[in-house]
Nanobody, 124 residues
């Protein structure tokens, strides 16, 4: 059975950094585009960043603006999200996801597997 398990969330002050990790199992990891999505209270889940099957290229949402970096380690079945210069509006539950669409227009309908999420809270 496929499992995506996120970790690394927590409370951080505005301007700080966090690194999220996602451990994947039960799937052929290198066959999937990997993504991070987020969902803030009262809002819809939205795409944050994605990375190609080999990790050679990435794409992200406009609001990232160079603050976040997605990476993956196919030998360890891991994907990461390094988040810098965090803002209070980045507060959300962050989800790891696996799918097949390499596009910043990826939606929830394109996702094959989801993790359960990790909460990131940014205080002002």
């Amino acid at each position: 059975q496929v499992q995506l398990v996120e970790s690394g969330g927590g409370l951080v002050q505005a301007g700080g950094s966090l690194r999220l990790s996602c451990a994947a199992s039960g799937l052929t990891f290198g066959s999937y585009v990997m993504y991070w999505f987020r969902q803030a209270p009262g809002k819809e889940r939205e795409f944050v960043a994605g990375i190609s099957w080999t990790g050679g290229s990435t794409f992200d949402a406009d609001f990232v603006k160079g603050r976040f970096t997605i990476s993956r380690d196919n030998a360890k079945n891991m994907v990461y999200l390094q988040m810098n210069s965090l803002k209070p509006e980045d507060t959300a539950v962050y989800y790891c996801a696996a799918g097949g669409r390499y596009s910043d227009r990826v939606t929830q309908r394109d996702i094959n597997f989801w993790g359960k999420g990790t909460l990131v809270t940014v205080s002002s």
